[in-house]
């Protein structure tokens, strides 16, 4: 699903965010991306989303290979990409729903099969009551599953979870890395970063450990079997 | 993604994203009224102008045409060398493109014109008839070109008549109409350039604002199309708000200006009816702000979205 091959990233200014990283991550596989702050996780994660190109090496998605995508079929190539952002970002111009329903609208779904498929993300992180409510009316918490919900509404082949975790306490955070999970079970292959160790070894599932710009442990991940 | 079932099949797919467009874009019209009512205004403003331009165009050649006039062309004939009145008249009724010929005898000229004094007597010293015979021809067409060929004509069959036509003011008001065409067709180009870098503009400012939204649509996969769909729409929208607007406006201007042309026209001894807007103005006028609506949205979207 995800193949890095000697990818390195240089920013404009000259940090070297990530180098020479090769990596692999299977179809139906779920790998966690471990890392300190600055080690670049986001980064990686970015490039696999194609929201930043590399400065050297190769990225494989999906079967595509990125280096080649045109830019007409981005938008192709990210329906099948659910993203968390560390930032949330959500619109703050709008209520709950209709932030959870975005990629849905993208996609052309009927607006009362929209409706119901935002109902059920929301019920699955635990949001239902607040769905008509302002973003900016929620905690720093109930904004991160508000991001969570968007990600998953529309059932992506490739989630890509950048902290989904880390304004959540310890028993929410399980249950979204559980549901995590029960995607997984259903073929949604999964790569998420998290500072949270504790939680992570918890889990029986490969762990990607980035330090300093280099994949560390360079794990390649088994194909799911564990779950 | 997996059961297409749940997602509309294609051509459903496809009406149902155009009218969730402008459903959007009619939305985030009416949650900016008061912009919204500034730009149709301006719109209005500038298409109810090349409109209201027209219509005095219009009138114009309306009023020239509805003034009686029958173009007669005059022949002064001094009858020396034995020809007779009759024989010019019957020489001039053969050609061709000859309506009417009527002729008024010299000696017939100066009793009228003794009547007309005050004092017969005046003319009594004179020994010979100083008037000329004149003949006048009204020829079957009447456009400047073809009158001008007739005098052409008159002037080379009797070589020593003055030929005068009292039609040279129409064609003067003719070149003027052709000119106001002209000019009002480089004005209108020029205000449809206006009106579609306003609408460009504004556009743009709109997709700048939905920013975030967009960078977030992105990334879940939207394309540029739909992006700029419920710009497209608002386009429309503000185009043929801008020509009702236009037209209402225009109904205005012809009812405050109505009365002075009118008493302008009688004043010049021509009863004239100021005619209003046609149906065919409206349309032209709709339609005008229809197609920049959208060519204005599409450039502003185009630029917008690039980078
Ligand atoms: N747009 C950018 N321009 C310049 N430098 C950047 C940019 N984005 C990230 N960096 C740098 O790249 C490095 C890696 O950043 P990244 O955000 O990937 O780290 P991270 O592992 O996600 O950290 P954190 O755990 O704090 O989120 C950092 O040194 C950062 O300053
Ligand atoms: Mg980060």
Not at chain 2, 184 to 210: H, K, Q
């Amino acid at each position: 699903m995800i193949r890095l091959h000697r990818v390195t990233k240089r920013f404009a200014g000259g940090t070297e965010a990530l180098r020479n990283v090769s990596l692999r991550v299977d179809a139906g596989a779920l790998a966690f991306l471990t890392g300190p702050s600055g080690a670049g996780k986001s980064t990686l994660l970015r490039l696999i989303a194609r929201l930043e190109r590399p400065t050297r090496g190769r990225i494989m998605v999906n079967g595509r290979d990125l280096g080649t995508l045109a830019r007409h079929q981005e938008p192709q190539f990210r329906r099948d990409i659910g993203l968390v952002f560390q930032d949330h970002r959500l619109l703050f111009d709008r209520p709950v729903h209709a932030n959870v329903a975005l990629p849905l609208e993208i996609l052309g779904y009927r607006r009362t099969e929209a409706r119901k498929r935002v109902r059920a993300a929301l019920d699955k992180v635990g949001l239902l009551q607040k769905e008509n409510a302002q973003p900016q009316t929620l905690s720093a918490g109930e904004q991160q599953r508000v991001g969570i919900a968007r990600a998953i509404v529309h059932r992506p082949a490739l989630l890509l979870a950048d902290e989904p975790t880390g304004n959540l306490d310890p028993e929410l955070s399980r249950e979204i890395i559980q549901l995590f999970l029960d995607f997984n079970r259903v073929g949604m292959t999964a790569l998420i970063a998290s500072h949270n160790l504790g939680l992570i070894s918890t889990f029986a599932r490969p762990v990607l450990h980035l330090e300093n710009g280099s994949l560390e442990a360079r794990h390649v991940t088994q194909p799911r079997s564990t779950a | 993604m997996k059961d297409g079932s749940d997602r509309a099949g294609h051509l459903e797919a496809w009406l149902y994203n155009h009218s969730e467009a402008a459903r959007r874009s009619l939305w985030r019209r009416a949650h900016a009224p008061g912009q919204t009512l500034i730009l149709v205004a301006v719109l209005g403003f500038i298409l109810a102008l090349p409109a209201y331009l027209w219509l005095l165009l219009d009138n114009a050649r309306a009023l020239s045409a509805g003034v009686d006039h029958e173009p007669r062309i005059a022949l002064y004939l001094d009858l020396e060398g034995g020809e007779t009145l009759a024989d010019a008249v019957a020489r001039i009724d053969a050609l061709p493109g000859v309506a009417e010929v009527a002729a008024i005898e010299a000696d017939d000229a100066l009793a009228a014109y003794r009547e007309s004094l005050p004092d017969p007597a005046l003319l009594d010293w004179l020994e010979d008839n100083p008037l000329p015979a004149i003949i006048e021809v009204l020829p079957l067409e009447r456009s400047p070109e073809a009158l001008a060929a007739m005098e052409q004509q008159l002037a080379t069959l009797l070589p020593e008549a003055t030929v005068i036509s009292d039609h040279e003011w129409v064609r003067q008001l003719e070149a003027l109409h052709g000119a106001g065409l002209r000019v009002l067709l480089v004005v209108s180009a020029l205000l449809a350039l206006g009106i579609t870098l306003i609408l460009a503009v504004a556009s743009a400012a709109e997709l700048r604002e939905r920013h975030e939204e967009i960078a977030i649509s992105r990334i879940t996969g939207a394309t540029d199309r739909f992006l700029r769909r419920p710009s497209l729409y608002g386009g429309l929208l503000l185009g043929v708000g801008g020509g009702l607007f236009s037209l209402i406006l225009l109904g205005i201007v012809v009812m405050m200006t109505r009365s002075p042309v009118e008493e302008a026209a009688l004043v010049f001894g021509v009863p004239f009816a100021f005619a209003g807007p046609q149906a065919r103005i409206g349309l032209m006028l709709l339609g005008a702000g229809l197609v920049l609506g959208w060519v204005g949205a599409r450039l502003g979207s185009a630029a917008a979205l690039r980078d």
